[in-house]
């Protein structure tokens, strides 16, 4: 074999672009791994959420007792908009068992935002979650809308990601595999 048992001389300037093509490689994983959410069975991180009706602004850890459905919405998103009627009926309906349902908004206009849920006639909890996003952030949300179910204790359970009817089978199935939730089959 050509080379061997005798040194190979490779440029400096090789060397700095192996070792920069390295750390950008490295940075990037680094990067990476942050972005990755919350596993299941990880807290619920304390934030305080701001109403988009005038209630007052409310923290996450004020919530823990009950399960609680987070989902993560925008006016600007299609696939929220049409979501939202089938969130309105499922915190209805679930509001016996104790389990809270809310809205998380992502709008940069939280009056636009407020309007929509004035105009849609939502009941449940609506929140801002502020302008540094920190809920959002923390939980790594990167796409609109994502559900995030919580236990009582407030540990994640499960997160869906895209909208989904709420009123079905296979959303009680859910409900009942991640919450613990016994639904009545009349509902």
Do not use: H
């Not at 934030?47 to 600007?76: H, K, Q, Y």
């Not at 929140?127 to 540990?155: H, I, K, M, W």
């Amino acid at each position: 074999m050509k080379g061997c048992g005798r040194p190979v001389k490779v440029p400096l300037s090789s060397w700095r672009a192996a070792l920069l093509a390295a750390v950008i490689v490295l940075a990037a994983w680094g990067l990476e791994s942050r972005s990755v959410p919350p596993a299941t069975g990880a807290k619920l991180p304390s934030v305080v959420l701001a109403s988009l009706t005038g209630d007052s602004p409310i923290s996450t850890d004020a919530m823990r007792g009950a399960p609680l459905i987070i989902n993560f919405w925008a006016t600007w998103c299609v696939p929220c908009r049409e979501e939202m009627q089938s969130l309105e009926l499922l915190s209805r309906r679930l509001s016996r068992y104790g389990v809270r349902v809310i809205g998380i908004d992502m709008d940069m206009d939280l009056n636009l935002a407020a309007e929509f849920v004035r105009a849609r006639r939502l009941t449940f909890p609506m929140y801002a979650d502020g302008p540094g996003r920190q809920l959002q952030s923390l939980l790594r949300v990167s796409s609109l809308p994502e559900t995030v179910l919580v236990s009582a204790e407030g540990a994640i359970v499960a997160r869906i990601v895209g909208a989904r009817g709420w009123n079905g089978i296979e959303s009680d199935r859910l409900l009942l595999r991640t919450l613990g939730l016994q639904l009545a089959a009349a509902e």
